[in-house]
């Protein structure tokens, strides 16, 4: 045992207080000091034309056919899985099922 019980004596006799204290961090001081500030010294969230048509081109070059092949990719790995586990395991169905409502998503 590390130390005395609640109501215990300690070694030199006296008795130890029983109570309870709890943390936690102190109440908030009446508000929060704004929003924090944007990205790169932006000053507002506005963009040019030329920057939308930028990101746009981004998102059709890049982003989106990036993540489809990490998601064929995936989809290749999940079905090994189940495959790999279809002999005598139950976790074979409980995998391609979970993928596939996945899928719904």
Wanted: hydrophobic share 35%.
């Amino acid at each position: 045992m590390a130390g005395p019980e609640a109501g215990q004596t300690a070694v030199d006799g006296a008795a130890q207080p029983v109570g309870m204290r709890l943390n936690q961090l102190p109440a908030d001081p009446g508000g929060s000091s704004g929003p924090p500030p944007l990205l790169g010294g932006q000053k507002d969230l506005a963009s040019s034309p030329a920057e939308k048509k930028a990101a746009a081109k981004a998102i059709e070059d890049h982003i989106e056919p990036d993540t489809r092949k990490a998601g064929d990719w995936a989809d290749t790995d999940t079905a090994s899985a189940v495959s790999a586990f279809r002999d005598g395991w139950h976790t074979s169905g409980a995998l391609k099922k979970a993928h596939e409502t996945w899928g719904t998503r």
